[in-house]
């Protein structure tokens, strides 16, 4: 069955410093990933998408992502994190008709 | 363009009362999603809809819960008999196709369901 793992639950960076947060999915033909940042007592807000092409994906507010299928991963990357990029940052893959979501990365910033 | 609208934000219910919530997709989408959140647990999928059909119920609980999605109106997620560990944040999503389709999907900000 199709799955995302964040192994990482709670990560603390400082201001300015880079960020990046691993993502693994389990997924037998070429997936469709995503990005989502939900800020508490929000929804959840699309960062980037995979869905085929270049394997360096842009996003919004300076995100990038890189699909390895060697790896089977999808990291999210920030050269420099600010502090309100602190939220919780979930992986997710198309599975089926719909999207299965890791468990989260918590992320807060420290000055 | 207003968003997925979800309602009511904050939803308290008593042991054996029945849960209704209300989600207004984004004009012009014709596919929704539900999801529950619990803490640390991620997001966890539910049911998908389109209009007047039921397209993927495999992460519903097979008894109390159900989901509609009508013609007219909003899609409608109803639990009936609430226990406490529906206490949770559900979270209504849409998409104007299916995610198979370079789509994505856009959340409402969720309803916080408690059980007394």
């Known amino acids: 069955a199709q799955s995302v793992t964040q192994p990482d639950i709670h990560i603390t960076v400082s201001e300015g410093a880079s960020l990046e947060l691993r993502c693994n999915y389990s997924y037998g033909a070429t997936p469709y990933l995503f990005w989502y940042v939900q800020s508490p007592g929000q929804g959840l807000q699309l960062l980037l998408k995979y869905f085929s092409g270049d394997t360096l994906v842009q996003g919004i507010k300076g995100f990038e992502a890189e699909f390895k299928r060697s790896q089977s991963s999808f990291n999210l990357r920030k050269p420099s994190v600010h502090w309100s990029d602190a939220a919780e940052y979930f992986c997710a893959v198309v599975a089926g008709t719909a999207l299965i979501f890791g468990k989260g990365t918590t992320l807060s910033v420290s000055s | 363009n207003a968003g997925v609208m979800q309602n009511p934000r904050h939803l308290v219910r008593r042991r054996g009362q029945e849960a209704r919530l209300r989600c207004s997709p984004m004009?012009?989408?014709?596919?929704v999603y539900w999801y529950r959140q619990l803490p640390e647990e991620g997001l966890k999928f539910m049911v998908y809809?389109?209009?007047?059909?039921?397209?993927?119920e495999s992460g519903m609980p097979k008894e109390r819960f159900s989901a509609e999605f009508p013609k007219e109106g909003p899609s409608i997620l109803r639990i009936q008999q609430v226990v406490r560990g529906d206490s949770a944040a559900y979270f209504c999503?849409?998409?104007?196709?299916?995610?198979?389709?370079?789509?994505?999907?856009?959340f409402g900000s969720g309803t916080q369901l408690s059980v007394l």
């Open positions: 999503a849409s998409s104007p196709n299916s995610l198979t389709t370079n789509e994505k999907l856009f």
């Open positions: 004009k012009g989408h014709s596919h």
């Open positions: 809809l389109q209009k007047e059909n039921i397209i993927d």
